[in-house]
């Protein structure tokens, strides 16, 4: 199995940036489709983004799309989560799950099948 670790969450200014890394280990990034998810306090965990093995298909939450960027680097067993334009309403903790059995990019929680730890943003006004 995959193990997974979040990492470039903090603290920033609306209209600010953030780019999120989760660094695989234990098997090759490349069996897995990868998720990105977050959850916010009192919320259900919801779909983000997700991007296919190879990297060549990525599908965004309307709620993002145009400010996040899905991204890979199956050779350093990383993929990434560019996020522009932040609004605090995508303050969160942001999760990477990876999937192996999809032919597809799943874009829903159950379909993946590990989790990393979460790496939290805060937007501030």
């Known amino acids: 199995q995959v193990q997974l670790v979040e990492s470039g969450g903090g603290l920033v200014q609306a209209g600010g940036s953030l780019t999120l890394s989760c660094a695989a280990s234990?098997?090759?990034?490349?069996?897995?489709?990868m998720g990105w998810f977050r959850q916010a306090p009192g919320k259900e965990r919801e779909f983000v983004s997700t991007?296919?093995?190879?990297?060549?298909?990525?599908y965004y939450a309307d709620s993002v799309k145009g400010r996040f960027t899905a991204s890979r680097d199956n050779a350093k067993n990383t993929v990434y989560l560019q996020m522009n334009s932040l609004k605090p309403e995508d303050t969160a903790v942001y999760y990477c799950?990876?999937?192996?059995?999809?032919?597809?990019?799943?874009?829903?929680?159950?379909?993946?099948?590990?989790w990393g730890q979460g790496t939290q943003v805060t937007v501030s006004s």
């Open positions: 799950a990876a999937n192996w059995w999809s032919s597809s990019s799943p874009r829903t929680r159950n379909a993946y099948d590990f």
């Open positions: 991007i296919s093995r190879t990297g060549g298909n990525t």
């Open positions: 234990g098997r090759t990034l490349s069996s897995y489709n």
